[in-house]
């Protein structure tokens, strides 16, 4: 640097000569791909990265592959670098910590894609064990099931609603009686009312118990126990049943 003189004789400023560059401390780095080059750095950078020019080479080698990559793809990449208290740098080249975030989110996107699929797929086969289950011969519409008890249709109703016969419905077929609550003596279940109030209130609970098998009942149904004059133990494993969904 060639000092600039004023007419005082005073230094006003400075200009860059070539000689200046010339002296000016550089250090020499490798580029896996466009080979062996020089670069001027401050002198304390220099002091800093000579004992590590492995750190250093690795740095470059992996700056000169995302710089390829990012050619090729049109996108944006890179690494980042950490460096121990020994100065010693440590390069992560497979992404930026920005690149771990998306990447984070992208699998969690790809998880609620699965989880979304999954539920649907569950829904669907639910649809299907429902239409399924309507469609059985057992299954009688309000008008058979009324000439099933020897009333009318209105009373069926009437009765469906106060939880006195069981009912299921699906999205066409609509409600739907099984036969096989009504006993030898053609009357519905008694037990029936009080299964809705142990279960929930729910048609559908009622059913699953009554045509599921129960160690409480020795592995039978809760049909085939209501059938043998077991309405005690029914109701105690319904209530069972309740108490531990609630647990």
Do not use: C
Not at 111 to 127: I, V, Y
């Amino acid at each position: 640097m060639a000092e600039k003189a004023s007419p005082a004789g005073r230094s006003t400023g400075r200009y860059v000569t070539k000689a200046d560059v010339a002296r000016q401390p550089r250090t020499t780095v490798r580029d896996s791909k466009n080979g062996e080059f020089t670069v001027a750095l401050p002198s304390k950078s220099v002091q800093a990265l000579n004992p590590r020019k492995s750190g250093v080479r690795a740095v470059m080698e992996v700056l000169s592959e995302r710089i390829t990559e990012s050619r090729e793809s049109g996108r944006r990449t890179g690494f980042w670098v950490e460096v121990d208290p020994k100065g010693q740098p440590r390069v992560h080249a497979k992404a930026t910590i920005a690149d771990d975030a998306r990447q984070a989110g992208n699998d969690r996107a790809d998880d609620a894609d699965d989880l979304d699929a999954a539920l649907a797929a569950a829904r669907e086969r639910g649809r299907l064990r429902v239409a399924e289950i309507l469609a059985g011969d057992e299954m009688l519409s309000a008008d058979a099931f009324a000439e099933l008890l020897g009333v009318s249709r209105v009373t069926v109703n009437a009765k469906r609603q106060r939880h006195e016969v069981l009912a299921v419905d699906g999205a066409r077929r609509g409600f739907r009686f099984p036969a096989w609550q009504v006993d030898e003596n053609g009357k519905p279940f008694a037990a029936i009312p009080q299964l809705f109030d142990k279960l929930g209130d729910s048609p559908w609970a009622v059913y699953r118990f009554l045509v599921q098998r129960h160690p409480e009942l020795e592995g039978a149904t809760g049909v085939d126990a209501l059938r043998q004059g077991r309405t005690d133990e029914v109701l105690e494993a319904a209530e069972s049943l309740a108490a531990g969904a609630l647990g």
